[in-house]
């Protein structure tokens, strides 16, 4: 299997633009989750899906960022309008389902945005 | 609110030393995760320990979990400087659904010199 897969792996953007960023997660998991890591909070848990559907988004930071999951292989986190603040590297992982026995969260590549 | 505290944040060993990274969390759990990340890269998975008293060992690292102190070490032997990283923990905090909402210690950074 080739992973999580996420892109873009960077992105640089003006304060104010649209940013959106994807992420495939590995065939076959139930649960997809999205993290933030900066040097002052470490790395935080955003967003997380089951079976596409969200069941936590407390850790979202604020409206302007919103998260979908259309189908079993594909996820979205959108950052509208982005802020100098917004800037991370935002991992995505995923993990089979609990039925399996096993409970290891795999973690995509990160994208590392920088906004200006 | 479970908070997950590792000790030391930072790290400076000599190679063929041994020594002992702790995890602290504050709330029930009998779920956690070692992580490795080197620098500019993702997030490895180490070890996951799932029961009180859980012994898990690859290579030099060795793992435990005592979930009654809430406690879990990350043991290195003989350390060499390929283990050069930053390693984290993590707490399941909702174990009992096994949702698998980590939350993360803040990571210690571990430099291994000759």
């Known amino acids: 299997d080739a992973g999580v897969i996420q892109s873009p792996r960077h992105e640089v953007t003006e304060m104010g633009q649209e940013v959106t960023l994807r992420c495939k997660p590995i065939?076959?998991?139930?649960?997809l989750f999205w993290y933030r890591q900066t040097m002052m909070r470490g790395l935080e848990l955003l967003i997380y899906?089951?079976?596409?559907?969200?069941?936590?988004d407390s850790g979202m930071p604020e409206d302007r960022f919103s998260a979908k999951m259309p189908n079993a292989s594909f996820s979205t986190l959108k950052i509208q309008p982005s802020e100098p603040r917004d800037s991370a590297v935002y991992f995505c992982?995923?993990?089979?389902?609990?039925?399996?026995?096993?409970?290891?969260?795999?973690f995509g590549p990160g994208t590392r945005l920088t906004v200006t | 609110e479970l908070k997950v505290e590792q000790n030391p944040l930072f790290l400076s060993m000599q190679e063929g030393k041994n020594y002992t990274i702790y995890c602290n969390y504050s709330?029930?759990?009998?779920?956690l995760y070692w992580y490795r990340q080197d620098p500019g890269k993702s997030l490895e998975s180490l070890f996951v320990?799932?029961?009180?008293?859980a012994v898990k060992q690859e290579g030099r690292l060795m793992a435990s979990l005592d979930t009654k102190a809430r406690l879990s070490t990350l043991h290195i032997t003989a350390a060499v400087h390929d283990l050069s990283a930053t390693y984290f923990c993590?707490?399941?905090?909702?174990?009992?659904?096994?949702?698998?909402?980590?939350?993360f210690g803040k990571g210690t950074k571990l430099s291994v010199k000759p």
């Open positions: 709330t029930t759990s009998d779920r």
């Open positions: 992982a995923s993990r089979a389902g609990p039925g399996t026995g096993t409970y290891e969260q795999y």
């Open positions: 899906f089951n079976n596409n559907v969200p069941i936590d």
């Open positions: 320990l799932l029961s009180n008293g």
């Open positions: 065939s076959g998991h139930d649960y």
């Open positions: 993590a707490v399941d905090m909702n174990y009992g659904g096994s949702q698998g909402n980590l939350i």
